[in-house]
């Protein structure tokens, strides 16, 4: 009977060294009968004794041993968490059962809850310092993009305009000087719009034409008195006398659609710099910092400080605490496939600044159609408008010109109206040049930041001090209860109760690429959107950046937690399978006593 009883024993010990701890107060009694026996019958020795005997001693041997191993050295975990800054005080001396703890499994441990606090807080830090290391080639692509071609269009604007205004003056002379104000509030709108006025391209540009016919009409009629009244009736012909030819309808084609392309596409890069500065910056759930503390430091109540987390366990860990950012990635890629869209338009040929270097030639060649053909267009004028009243004064009296000085032709490079201007334009050739490969390099980044956010957590794991380098079947990492290879629970590491509502910041920048994406597609026909109620959302005007500030699109709102949320990660001790089974007895076993 003795003998069955420790060959049982045997068995089970050898499953565990916990088992073989646990139920040393048995061995020893069961040794201290088989010396009893020995001595009663050592006279008679049979070879069922011998063998007895012998499994006897390998049970002796073998107690010592695994309490040995499985013992956990509170003192080494001491050193370790003095290593990472930490006051060793709160170290408990010896091992505890760790029934107590809420974050790591429920398991002999040398942690206590207030080094699972001090825990939770640092992986808290940890987790914002990843997200930000992760995430910051992604938000300096954006800014510094931003930044560039920002820069470049409003250049661009101040160069064209300085070009003109010395053309005109030396084409030109005194009449221009007399009329500068038009050439002036066309480029003061066109900046406007550009830094996110409420302008309309096409109605200004009308307006531009109009004034300035009324102007040359004047300069080109002076011996007659033109009242406000005349010049209105002649606006209401502009049309059909078309005084300018064609260059009006082709420029404001042109003008418009290159700078719809430019100042959406600068918006469009200023909501993508402020969505990955607010999404990088969301904060952890209470059951991510659990599932994070629990992957990072908990390994150290175990004294296996050395090891790393699973590889397959970070993913599994990530993919709960990034599942707000991944809830951004459909609307995100359909953003970065508009803003794809639009730097085609960079690059075509009414690209803006293919638009406007050369626009002081064009509006003087509308000027020299105009004069060309000065007479019948006062004709046509006289016969829809009347004849207006003499002023009684000669055009040389009043020291107006028959016409403007000098005739203008298209010039070239070496003939430029002064060096000064020259070397701008020059200049600015070379920066866009350089503005050429910077859309290029833009188009490349975009792509690549496509699923940006659906893939963090691979490029979370790939950190060096993350987790471990082998894949999904290795062993020698730390796997959230001990050493060995993850193997996926059921439900996700994550247990967050309010998992299937992203984050109220997340909504929000859902919402600020939706209305972006709709405003670059567009764009890119040439369509503008201004939001009327941008104005009324944005808590100010922009910062001297060349678009409307992107809060017009992204509201700030406070996230607002659920009030059920409990404050404390989500650690609840996982059930152990044998318990599992043997609860779901228990539970069969009484429904079938009341079916009975």
Partial sequence: MVFQEVTSFWRESSSTNAKCLEDSARVSSLIHSITRIYRGIKQQISPELVMFAALCALLVLRVPVAADLSALNCSQVKDAFTALGFIPDSVPTEETSGVNLRVCAPQRSCCNTEMEEIFSRRSSRDFEKLMEDTSEELRNAFVSGHKRFDDFFLELLENTERSLNEMFLRTYGKPYLQNVEVFQGLFSELKRYYTGGNVNLEEMLNDFWTRLLERMFQLLNSQYLITEDYLECISKYMEQLKPFGDVPK????????????????????????????????????????????????????????????????????MKGCAA??????????????????????????????????????????????????????SYQVFQGCGQPKPSGMSRSARGVPDTFSGRFSPYSPEELPTASAGSRLDRLRIVWRVMQHSVTDMKEKLKQFRKFWSSLPVSVCQEEDVASTGGADDERCWNGREQGRFVPEVQTAVNDPDASRPDAVI?????????????????????????????????????GSGVTDSDSFVTDAPVQEPENREEESSASPSVRPDVLLLLLSFSALAASDRRR
């Fill in 507 to 543: 909504r929000q920048q859902i919402m600020a690429l939706r209305v972006m994406s709709n405003k670059l597609k567009n764009a890119y026909d040439g369509n503008d959107l201004y939001f009327q109620d941008s104005n009324e959302e944005s808590s100010g005007s922009g910062s």
């Fill in 250 to 317: 082709k420029l404001k084609s042109q003008v418009t659609r290159a700078f719809i392309a430019a100042r959406t596409f600068v918006q469009g890069l200023a909501v993508g710099r402020d969505v990955a500065n607010r999404v990088s910056e969301v904060s952890m759930s209470p059951a991510c910092v659990g599932s994070f503390t629990r992957m990072l430091y908990c390994s150290q109540c175990r004294g296996l400080s050395t090891l790393k987390p699973c590889s397959a366990y970070c993913l599994d860990v």
């Fill in 324 to 377: 707000d950012q991944a809830d951004l990635d459909p609307e995100w890629s359909r953003y970065i496939d508009a803003m794809l869209l639009v730097t085609e338009r960079l690059e075509g040929p009414f690209n803006i600044e293919s638009v406007m270097e050369p626009i002081d030639v064009k509006i003087s060649e509308a000027i020299m159609n105009m004069q060309e053909n000065s007479m019948q267009l």
